[in-house]
């Protein structure tokens, strides 16, 4: 069959428009269509790595997951990593290629234009569904000369679209008849139907407001979906929550919110522990006494460690540390808590080299070969935790080589990194495992890693290990993804969305 194409766009950025391209690609799947996700381009810190070892939005991930598939660069090809006000890192097709200041990246777009071209070529070959994300909104009029993310990709894939409006936040017919007032005619015509999303309440007290927006814009509303936020699915690039998990704690930990905070999904599973509490802190005031304080991944390492010395959290995090809490670091966390780093070639700061918290033995040189790899490996070191099972599986998005000096051991031996046999060490830990790093993203998301990791910091405080056996995380999302596909069925008028894509209802 022809490949059909359904784009998702909103009134805003964090209207859900993520979410519900999951709920759709999960829908496409259960109907028996082979569905793909598709975002032409991604301003996004939390990004993911392909089998392949290309880097792409975590989002198209997601949904990726939710569709069945393997992600690939073609989902999301171009990526923009924010590095400062202005700046960004530039990735096409997975691999990084140039800094950018915004203005020279809106004077020359025919590479990216180029490359959304052949991504559509490539999944339209392979694919009976595209579901396509928009990305903040498609009115924004300064910017319509240079979208390569809303309407003219609607246009290149000859997709028509749906509209999500936020009505939590408040505004909603603003939103909704502002953005048809904003758009022009061609592009009004592209819009064939409008999904009010996040509606608290009694539906019925909206329908004078219904048929005002379809009497006002000439379109359809497809459903109201209600507000959900048990089915844990991650939005693109935004903390969900600054505090989640347990309210009668019994484990605290407190992550760092830095200003290029990246990959903070990374800690989301440790949440659903039992007896976990996760919070996100901005500065010492926040901070009180965690058990485990997290630095986590950052986009610009260097500037985030000055960060925190302007605002004397340096100081709180070693009073933490001589107090018994255990610090732990994930990737520029992690070099963040070795004694210096080096960018002798300004690739991430102006700054040649800084001093770091001094709390691991290592040394960070900046270099300019980005590594994104999934990889597969085991726990090496006891002084971190003993557990049967020791294997673990993450992957890798660094710009740094670490050198480990005396005083630390290695944490993992990595045996496979995108699919090729290896034999390396990583990571580092102290003497006795209250401190230690890693370059691996999600290696919480490994079950028995950690479970194993709450229950030492349990055993430290006198309480009992978890024993009852948790659900896997493969089982968790399955039902997640079903669940929101179910919910979004029961809200919508899917004879219309079917009617609207020009497909069956198999």
């Known amino acids: 069959m022809e490949t059909k194409t359904i784009m998702i766009q909103g009134t805003a950025s964090h209207v859900g428009k993520s979410v519900l391209s999951s709920?759709?690609?999960?829908?496409?799947?259960?109907?028996?269509?082979?569905?793909?996700?598709?975002?032409?381009?991604?301003?996004?810190?939390?990004?993911?790595?392909?089998?392949?070892g290309g880097e792409i939005g975590r989002a198209q991930a997601v949904q990726a997951e939710a569709a069945k598939i393997e992600a690939t660069v073609d989902m999301n090809p171009i990526l923009l990593k924010p590095q400062e006000d202005t700046i960004a890192q530039l990735i096409i097709h997975g691999k990084a290629t140039t800094q950018i200041?915004?203005?020279?990246?809106?004077?020359?777009?025919?590479?990216?234009?180029?490359?959304?071209?052949?991504?559509?070529?490539?999944?339209?070959?392979?694919?009976?569904v595209l579901v396509i994300e928009g990305a903040g909104s498609p009115a924004e009029v300064n910017l319509r000369d240079f979208d390569l993310v809303n309407m003219k990709v609607a246009k290149l894939a000859d997709a028509p679209v749906i509209l999500v409006a936020d009505i939590d936040r408040g505004g909603v017919f603003a939103d909704i008849i502002g953005t048809f007032e904003l758009?022009?005619?061609?592009?009004?015509?592209?819009?064939?139907?409008?999904?009010?999303?996040?509606?608290?309440?009694?539906?019925?007290?909206?329908?004078?407001?219904?048929?005002?927006?379809?009497?006002?814009?000439?379109v359809p509303v497809l459903g109201v979906i209600p507000y959900f936020d048990e089915f844990k699915i991650p939005e693109e690039d935004a903390i969900a929550?600054?505090?989640?998990?347990?309210?009668?704690?019994?484990?605290?930990?407190?992550?760092?919110?830095?200003?290029?905070?990246?990959?903070?999904?990374?800690?989301?599973?440790?949440?659903?522990?039992?007896?976990?509490?996760?919070?996100?802190?901005?500065?010492?005031?926040?901070?009180?006494?965690?058990?485990?304080?997290?630095?986590?991944?950052?986009?610009?390492?260097?500037?985030?460690?000055?960060?925190l010395y302007?605002?004397?959290?340096?100081?709180?995090?070693?009073?933490?540390?001589?107090?018994?809490?255990?610090?732990?670091?994930?990737?520029?966390?992690?070099?963040?808590?070795?004694?210096?780093?080096?960018?002798?070639?300004?690739?991430?700061?102006?700054?040649q080299e800084i001093k770091a918290l001094g709390l691991l033995d290592i040394e960070t040189t900046i270099e300019e070969e980005k590594i994104t790899s999934q990889v597969e490996g085991k726990l090496i070191n006891k002084q971190l935790l003993e557990i049967a099972d020791s294997s673990v599986k993450a992957y890798e998005i660094h710009m740094g080589r670490t050198e480990l000096g005396e005083k630390v051991k290695p944490l993992f031996r990595i045996t496979k990194r995108s699919q090729q046999e290896v034999n390396v060490s990583e990571g580092a830990c102290s003497e006795g495992g209250r401190v230690w790093g890693t370059y691996l993203h999600g290696i919480f998301d490994n079950q028995q890693f950690r479970r194993s990791f709450i229950n030492k910091l349990r055993g430290e405080k006198g309480l009992a290990p978890l024993r009852e056996e948790k659900i896997s995380t493969e089982k968790e999302r399955k039902?997640?993804?079903?669940?929101?596909?179910?919910?979004?069925?029961?809200?919508l008028n899917m004879e219309l969305l079917y009617e609207i894509i020009a497909v069956k209802h198999r």
Do not use: W
Not at 187 to 213: D, M, P
Not at 244 to 264: C, W
């Open 101 to 128: 200041k915004a203005k020279d990246y809106f004077s020359e777009q025919e590479i990216g234009l180029k490359a959304i071209k052949d991504s559509l070529k490539r999944l339209k070959e392979e694919y009976e």
């Open 23 to 52: 709920a759709f690609c999960r829908i496409f799947y259960q109907d028996g269509y082979k569905v793909a996700p598709f975002k032409s381009q991604n301003m996004a810190l939390n990004s993911y790595v392909t089998r392949e």
């Open 479 to 491: 039902e997640a993804y079903n669940n929101l596909a179910d919910l979004v069925r029961d809200n």
């Open 310 to 351: 302007q605002i004397d959290f340096d100081k709180e995090i070693i009073k933490s540390f001589e107090a018994g809490t255990t610090i732990v670091g994930i990737c520029g966390g992690y070099q963040i808590l070795g004694s210096i780093i080096k960018d002798p070639d300004g690739i991430e700061s102006k700054k």
């Open 183 to 218: 758009l022009n005619e061609e592009e009004k015509k592209r819009i064939k139907a409008i999904i009010i999303n996040k509606f608290r309440g009694e539906v019925g007290r909206l329908k004078s407001g219904i048929e005002y927006i379809e009497q006002e814009t000439g």
């Open 241 to 307: 929550e600054y505090v989640q998990g347990a309210k009668d704690y019994e484990v605290d930990i407190a992550v760092i919110t830095l200003p290029h905070i990246s990959n903070f999904t990374d800690f989301d599973l440790l949440a659903e522990e039992p007896g976990v509490r996760l919070r996100y802190v901005k500065d010492k005031f926040e901070l009180g006494n965690p058990d485990v304080i997290i630095i986590p991944g950052t986009k610009n390492t260097i500037d985030d460690l000055d960060y």
